[in-house]
């Protein structure tokens, strides 16, 4: 079984979760209107449609949406959500059973049965959208149903992991009636069957929930609605939580605002919560681009890359230096790009192009998208292009672009090197490797890897014991430095700010750091 264990410390007026009861952490009750919660985010949705996305439009679906079975607070593996139970039905672990809870229906009264179930699933491979969910069902073969509340999946291979593919929001369960069965929906509604409704959105802007009164499951909401408002400037959306304009930050606080409320969060009137640090940032490198396919290229960068510096300069070591795809504090870790480049080295480098017979600069454009991770992707990236020309090695150009325009561009293989972070589906090994290689990737840009697809990644998916697989992991890593395909850059933390006010931050988030919003509440008065 997975055995991860999501540490969260509580910064501000109580020193410790431990503590927190003894704080006067308790609803207040009373006026609904004071139990509405405003988060503020720069992660804004890049879809509305489960079967788009893979990426940070699962924040709001987590809310909005149910899926068979998710994560309830504290818990680090998936329990039924929509689902009463959930198991493997045969020793192989190919056939997994799902059955319905009892007469669950959508927001808008539609039966949720097995059929609505088989429909979300089969419509997200009909679709199969580039860079899109689809990725994640590799292991799947059919979806049958038996009755009304029974959904029987048959994988093609033994896959130990498929539960936890289940609990992500992009297999959130949809209306057959209102989302097509080979097409996205277009209408800009929603219909789900989550804690709460959608009854509002602005895209880019804003997004209403208001409590669902048909839901049935895990959650259990302590407040009456939710707006999340979307920033471009982190520096803005903490002005706007300084002001009481905003109740919680999520995502995109700027690490000049972390070091800040770290020193001295309760006399702003604030707290800051630290997640798990299982966030992390790599550059991809696109075979179809002339430059950006060269072995030489792509290890001259790595050889160059200073990490340390950027964790410094731009991030006031709010995150640390990262040379693996999977991240430090899950087991098959490694520091291959260390091992294998060691410090940055001008000269190094020099010798790998040249041993290439590129003796020219290597002109190269990076992109980076302007409003999906904070305020200082744009300084990271200047950073990068500075590293870089310096060593006269390249002529770096950087370019950005809003983040729906750039999924858009990258999956359709227009950039030659971008930017992209990753919080993980769910917190194994596997979830840093999988979704980046094989012809269809959830970066939109084939990476062809038979040992990693054909024999490592089905291997480890056999074996319930995630610690025992820790070679197979540690060999594909190896692949993935000598290609060089993704470069790794940092590790960060989720922090999550917020006014003093607000209780249940430190549980909102699941073991994939999405916040669950129904945690959050007001305090009463100390």
Same mark, same amino acid.
């Given at each position: 079984?997975?055995n ?23 609803s207040s ?7 509405k919660?405003?988060v503020?985010?720069t ?5 509305? @449609?489960?079967?788009?996305s893979w ?9 909005i949406?149910q ?6 607070s504290?818990?680090?593996?998936p329990e039924?959500d929509?689902?009463?139970s ?12 799902c059955?319905?809870?009892?007469s ?5 009264g539609?039966?949720l049965d ?17 860079? %899109?969910?689809?990725?994640l069902? %590799? ?13 029987i ?6 896959d =130990? ?5 289940? &609990? ?6 949809v209306?057959p009636a209102?989302y097509?069965?080979s097409a996205?929906r ?5 219909t789900?069957s989550?804690?709460?409704?959608l009854? &509002? ?8 929930l ?5 839901y049935?499951?895990l959650?259990?909401?302590?407040n009456?609605a ?6 471009q @400037? ?5 002005d706007a939580?300084?002001k009481?304009?905003?109740?919680v ?9 972390v070091?800040?409320l770290q %020193?001295n969060?309760?006399?702003? @009137?604030?707290q800051?919560?630290?997640? &798990? ?9 696109n075979?179809?681009?002339?430059w950006?396919?060269?072995?030489a ?6 050889q ?20 693996? +795809?999977?991240?430090?504090g899950?087991?098959?870790h490694?520091t291959g ?18 041993? &290439?017979g590129i003796?020219?600069?290597v002109p190269?454009?990076l992109?980076?998208?302007t ?11 200047e950073?990068i ?5 310096d ?12 983040w729906? =325009?750039?999924?858009?561009?990258y999956?359709?293989?227009e950039?030659p090197?971008?930017?992209r972070?990753?919080?993980?589906d769910?917190?194994d090994?596997e ?11 959830a ?6 890897a038979?040992e990693i ?12 014991d995630r610690g025992?697989?820790?070679?197979q ?7 993935l430095?000598d290609?060089?395909?993704?470069l ?12 003093e ?8 988030l699941?073991p994939s750091?999405? +916040? +669950? ?10």
């Amino acid at each position: 079984m997975f055995n991860r264990i999501q540490c969260l410390r509580y910064v501000a007026a109580c020193a410790s979760i431990s503590v927190l009861a003894g704080c006067g952490l308790v609803s207040s009750g009373g006026d609904e209107d004071e139990q509405k919660i405003v988060v503020g985010t720069t992660s804004a949705p890049s879809t509305l @449609d489960p079967a788009a996305s893979w990426d940070g439009s699962w924040e709001l679906f987590r809310n909005i949406y149910q899926t068979l079975l998710s994560y309830p607070s504290g818990a680090s593996e998936p329990e039924p959500d929509a689902a009463e139970s959930c198991e493997f039905t045969d020793s192989s672990n190919r056939t997994y059973r799902c059955t319905l809870r009892d007469s669950m229906q959508f927001s808008n009264g539609d039966a949720l049965d097995a059929k609505a179930v088989k429909h979300s699933i089969d419509r997200i491979l009909k679709i199969d959208l580039a860079g %899109g969910p689809a990725g994640l069902l %590799g292991s799947l073969d059919k979806v049958e149903t038996k009755g009304d509340r029974d959904v029987i999946f048959q994988l093609n291979k033994p896959d =130990t992991t498929f539960p936890f593919v289940l &609990a992500t929001p992009a297999m959130s369960i949809v209306d057959p009636a209102e989302y097509p069965e080979s097409a996205l929906r277009k209408d800009g509604q929603v219909t789900g069957s989550g804690p709460y409704t959608l009854e &509002a959105y602005e895209d880019g802007k804003e997004a209403a929930l208001a409590k669902n009164p048909k839901y049935k499951g895990l959650a259990d909401r302590k407040n009456s609605a939710v707006t999340i408002r979307y920033f471009q @400037d982190s520096g803005k959306m903490f002005d706007a939580l300084k002001k009481k304009q905003i109740d919680v930050i999520l995502r995109g606080l700027a690490a000049k605002d972390v070091v800040e409320l770290q %020193g001295n969060a309760a006399q702003e @009137d604030l707290q800051l919560v630290e997640g &798990a640090g299982m966030e992390i940032s790599y550059l991809v490198f696109n075979p179809k681009d002339p430059w950006a396919r060269k072995p030489a290229v792509r290890k001259a960068i790595a050889q160059l890359i200073d990490r340390g510096a950027i964790a410094n300069k731009i991030y006031k070591n709010t995150v640390e230096p990262l040379y693996s +795809m999977v991240p430090r504090g899950l087991a098959g870790h490694t520091t291959g790009f260390f091992d294998s480049f060691g410090e940055p080295d001008v000269k190094k480098a020099a010798d790998i192009l040249t041993a &290439a017979g590129i003796t020219q600069k290597v002109p190269l454009i990076l992109w980076y998208t302007t409003d999906r991770y904070g305020s200082a992707t744009a300084p990271e990236f200047e950073e990068i292009k500075r590293q870089l020309n310096d060593s006269g090695l390249f002529d770096i150009t950087i370019k950005g672009r809003p983040w729906k =325009t750039y999924v858009e561009e990258y999956s359709q293989g227009e950039y030659p090197v971008f930017g992209r972070g990753w919080f993980p589906d769910f917190p194994d090994a596997e979830n840093f490797i999988a979704p980046f290689v094989g012809e269809e990737n959830a970066l939109g840009t084939p990476y062809p890897a038979p040992e990693i697809t054909g024999e490592l990644l089905p291997e480890s998916r056999k074996e319930s014991d995630r610690g025992a697989v820790v070679k197979q992991f540690e060999r594909a890593q190896e692949i993935l430095v000598d290609d060089a395909r993704l470069l790794p850059l940092w590790q960060g933390k989720q922090y999550v700010a917020a006014s003093e006010e607000i209780a249940g931050a430190e549980r909102a988030l699941d073991p994939s750091t999405i +916040m +669950m919003m129904w945690e959050l509440q007001r305090k009463t008065s100390w």
